[in-house]
């Protein structure tokens, strides 16, 4: 709930602000953030959105990096093996 709240408020700010970001856009990122590149590229082909689907699986790959660096950084900070 936390994480659909600050996305989907997030868009609506930037919009309000003169931003031009769709709802579809943040709906794939969220996917891709949340469930992995192979959530988001099956999302995309479901909902027609074929052209966004690399994109997706580069953010939801790059999430992946992104967290194991931060796992990896939390066990030798709390020096557990």
């Not at 930037?14 to 931003?19: E, S, V």
């Not at 969220?30 to 994109?55: D, R």
């Not at 992104?66 to 030798?76: I, P, S």
């Amino acid at each position: 709930v936390t994480h659909c709240a600050v996305a989907l408020g997030g868009c609506r700010l930037a919009n309000l602000g003169g931003a031009r970001i769709p709802l579809r856009h943040v709906l794939l990122a969220s996917n891709a953030n949340v469930g992995g590149p192979g959530t988001a590229m099956a999302m995309a082909g479901a909902l027609g959105w074929s052209k966004l689907a690399p994109a997706a699986a580069a953010c939801g790959a790059l999430g992946y990096s992104v967290a194991t660096l931060l796992g990896v950084a939390m066990c030798a900070l709390l020096g557990r093996p």
